[in-house]
Each structure stands twice: as structure tokens, then as C-alpha cells.
């Protein structure tokens, strides 16, 4: 569940960063503890899975619109007897990242908090102008799979307005350009990489 009123508390220890968060229906039953060193790894690999106790978390870094989303697995129990829950959250990544960093002086902020960004992060509108590899992408099962996943995570810009899609010249992949403030602001290409063998194919844009 994504509650945008999920309050995030973080605390600075020596080795890593505890999270906490507390909403109006619960709280989490206990601080998730995550490594400086495995924060430092989001930068490169920008989704990482960590553990804590039982319970673990899902780290995504979206670098188009700086967030960084983190989905928790609560679990509680003994054996294989657990019950728990999963919480997704938001949060500002710039914002963050200078909290983990500024936290290592001694002198530094050893407490951090911030309300889940939520559903605040807006969808930019998404128009297609194209119509050959459009066509041919949703007919393909494995390939509309991708491409509808990569639309969902992969343009969630703030303050764009909206998405302008025209095929491009590379089977399955399109030309985009960027609607903000009523200007084009980006244009580029969202290019489908790895033709050769579908199942380990993938989107990506270039701009």
C-alpha cells in the first residue's frame, strides 16, 4: 500500500541508516537498518534488494524525476509461521542523499524526516503519434509487456506535462518529445536494446 501521509523518520548510524515510518492506520514494527555501502550502490545499480531481521526492502532510484522508491516487506514471526505486510514509499532522493552524506560528520544531522512524496509525483499525459511500431509493440506479448512497464516508471518526470510518442526508424522504438510549461523542454529517442534475443531485450532513452 502507498499512502502519501506515511511519515519517513531516518536515523544516522555509524555504519548505515535506519528507517522507520508511521502512517494513520500502523507504524512499522521495527527500524529497517540498510548499510552506507549498499546506499552508495543505488548510485550504480539503481534497484537493489536489502534484509533486515526478517522483514526486507526493495530500493529503486529513478533518476528521471530524483525519487527514490522503497518498498517494505514487513514480517514478524517464528519459523514459518510469518505475517506481515508491504508498504511502498517515496521519497525526495536529493534530499536523502545529502542527509546520508552530511550524517558522517560529527557535527552532522543524525535525524531525518520527510512525509511520503505518494501519488503527489504526476503522471505526465502520454500521446501516440505513432502508429507502425506502436501497433507492433502491443501485438508482441513479451515486447508490450516491456514497454507498457518502462512508460509506467520510466516518465515519471515532475512538472511534465506531457509525452509526445512518433515511431523511430529501430523496430519497436519511438521518438519522443517533452511537453513542459507548454514548450517542448527534452526530446530523444526511446530505443528498444537487444533485438537480437526478445526475452533479454529493454527500453531505454536516449536523449
Known sequence: MKDRNTLVKAYAEEYGIDIRTV?????SPHRFYILRDALADLEHKKRIIVRDIR???VLFLNSYDSTLEIEFNWLNG????????????????????????????ESGPKEWKTLSIGNSVRQPKLIFKSRR????????????????????????WLDTEQIELCDDFMSYSFL????????TALSGGLILHC???IKKSYYGIHT
Open 78 to 105: 517464528k519459523g514459518y509461521n510469518l505475517m506481515g505486510w508491504e508498504e511502498k514509499v517515496t521519497l525526495p532522493y536529493e534530499e536523502f542523499a545529502a542527509f546520508v552524506h552530511n550524517s558522517m560528520v
Open 55 to 57: 522483514s526486507f526492502a
Open 23 to 27: 502512517s494513520r492506520s500502523r507504524k
Open 133 to 156: 511500431n506502436f501497433c507492433a509493440a502491443i501485438q508482441n506479448s513479451i515486447i508490450r509487456h516491456k514497454l507498457v512497464h518502462f512508460l509506467r516508471d520510466g516518465f515519471r
Open 195 to 197: 533485438q537480437d534475443d
Open 176 to 183: 519522443f518529445r517533452e511537453i513542459k510549461n507548454g514548450k
